[in-house]
């Protein structure tokens, strides 16, 4: 295996853009996306999207990957390469801890994946529509607890191979399938009765809709659909030969995320629509929608076959996903406490199982602790999402523009790439970066507070 500085690296650019795209690719658009595209004006949430992504969401991709080629290490060690004081050690810290924290409770939804991908199976569309299946799921401690522990296992699988061995293997079989799945699911739910309604909502803008609420939301699901400020792209960027163009690999990874974001509004939007008569409340926010109401529309559908395609395609892009958390902090720990691979994945593994076992039992035997009204595994996604990384994704700029210096990022990532989208890099991270993150911060905080609703 080519190694870069002792640790594993990519054998190439293909390699790179798969598992940056795997990482990209997960939950988050599946059915987040389409919810926030649903209540947020449709085509025109799209639009604003797609713009956000090839300005800010460049600037990010194109900071961190640059970094991490730079120093050849993970978020912390990254940091302190260029400084050893405080808040820049204490940025690099916070990068490096939030996919210690996502992947837990990550792998305990990717668990439900799991569970319903099995119950499709052996039990039919009929059994799987009925709300009680997912209600009594959560109600089992043992049954979450095992589905939980079977997905930890496929995803620390993976991290114990390796990075080329493992990973770069991984997305390359199943980037390729996910893709090709996705195409079937919305080839099916876009010929629905009714369906092109919903086709027309999410892909033609209407600005009637249009509210600075559908900048937040497009602003806070980069963050869910480019692996912004998680750690994973530093790490990524870290194990990327000098050779590679950077600039053009953050293209590619911006259009496959781009392309699987809209495709699931495609699966999902349509067939709600179809199956809801035009009605976007129909599109609930978070695990309702995934796991009750998709189910009782694939039972009108008239089958299990496409719940089947649907669970195995969302198991893929959430397995892609929560491998490059559990390898961010993997590689965490290899740099900071020296220690060998099989030694950090082990660690890694202890406190997936530990935190994420937290998260199994707030649905249950734990419900009774409720932080800011919530239940466990979603006072861990607020945490993360909506305050940890608006402030990591803020040290990374400040990193760049107080230490590093633009002139020094620009000449690395100029050493292999035409750097054609120059001027936007410079606009982005001096003028805009920061006050984009502050805008996403405060109205995160503000929403759970109740105060607003995104």
């Known amino acids: 295996m080519d190694q870069k500085n002792g640790r594993g690296s990519f054998s190439g650019k293909l390699g790179y853009v798969l598992a940056t795209a795997g990482s990209a690719v997960g939950l ?3 059915w987040r ?38 120093t050849g290490k993970s978020p912390v ?11 820049v050690k204490a940025g690099g810290w916070i990068n490096a801890v939030i996919p210690m924290l996502i992947v837990p409770y990550y792998s305990v939804i990717g668990g439900w994946v799991c569970r319903y991908l099995w119950g499709y199976i052996t039990s039919g569309a009929a059994a799987m529509a009925e709300e ?18 079977v997905f930890a296992a496929m995803t620390m699988a993976v991290i114990f191979g390796g990075v080329e061995n493992g990973i770069e293997k991984v997305s390359k079989i199943m980037m390729p399938i996910l893709a090709l799945l996705t195409l079937v ?25 249009f509210s600075l609420m559908t900048i937040v939301s497009a602003l806070g699901q980069m963050f869910y659909s480019l692996s912004i400020a998680m750690g994973i792209l530093i790490t990524y960027g870290s194990y990327t030969k000098r050779d590679v163009d950077i600039e053009q690999t953050t293209a590619q990874v911006e259009v496959f995320d781009t392309a699987i974001a809209v495709l699931a509004g495609l699966m999902v939007i349509p067939a709600v629509f179809a199956f809801s008569g035009g009605d976007t409340a129909a599109l609930n926010k978070g695990p309702a929608l995934m796991f009750v109401t998709l189910p009782r529309v694939f039972e009108s559908m008239g089958g299990a076959w496409i719940g089947i395609l649907f669970f195995l395609l969302v198991l893929m892009a959430a397995l892609t ?6 390898e961010s902090a993997c590689a965490t720990f290899e740099d900071e406490l020296k220690w060998s691979r099989p030694k950090a994945a082990a660690l890694v593994s202890v406190i997936l199982v530990a935190l994420g076992s937290l998260s199994c039992l707030g649905f249950n035997a734990l419900s009774h602790i409720a932080p800011l009204g919530m239940d466990i595994l979603s006072f861990f996604d607020f945490m993360t999402n909506s305050v940890m990384m608006p402030i990591a994704a803020a040290a990374i700029c400040l990193l760049v523009l107080k230490v590093i210096g633009l002139d020094n990022m620009e000449a690395e990532i100029a050493s292999s790439s035409k750097f054609k989208r120059r001027g936007v890099y410079r606009f982005v991270v001096r003028y805009l970066a920061i006050a984009l993150l ?3 911060l405060i109205s995160s905080i503000l929403d759970a507070f109740g105060m607003i609703s995104i």
């Open 185 to 209: 699911v919305v080839g099916f739910s876009v010929t629905r009765p009714g369906a092109m309604e919903g086709v027309k909502y999410f892909l033609i803008p209407s600005f009637k809709n």
């Open 132 to 149: 009680s299946a997912f209600t009594g799921f959560l109600a089992s401690p043992a049954m979450v607890e095992v589905c939980f522990l």
């Open 77 to 87: 060690s990254a940091f302190s390469h260029f400084s050893k004081k405080g808040w």
């Open 321 to 326: 996903s929560s491998v490059s958390l559990a």
């Open 33 to 70: 996306f389409p919810y926030l595209a649903a209540k947020y004006g449709g085509g025109a949430f799209l639009l604003v999207y797609i713009i956000l992504a090839l300005t800010f969401g460049y600037t990010m991709i194109m900071s961190e990957t640059a970094i991490g080629r730079m």
């Open 438 to 440: 502050a805008i996403i």
């Open 28 to 30: 988050g658009n599946i």
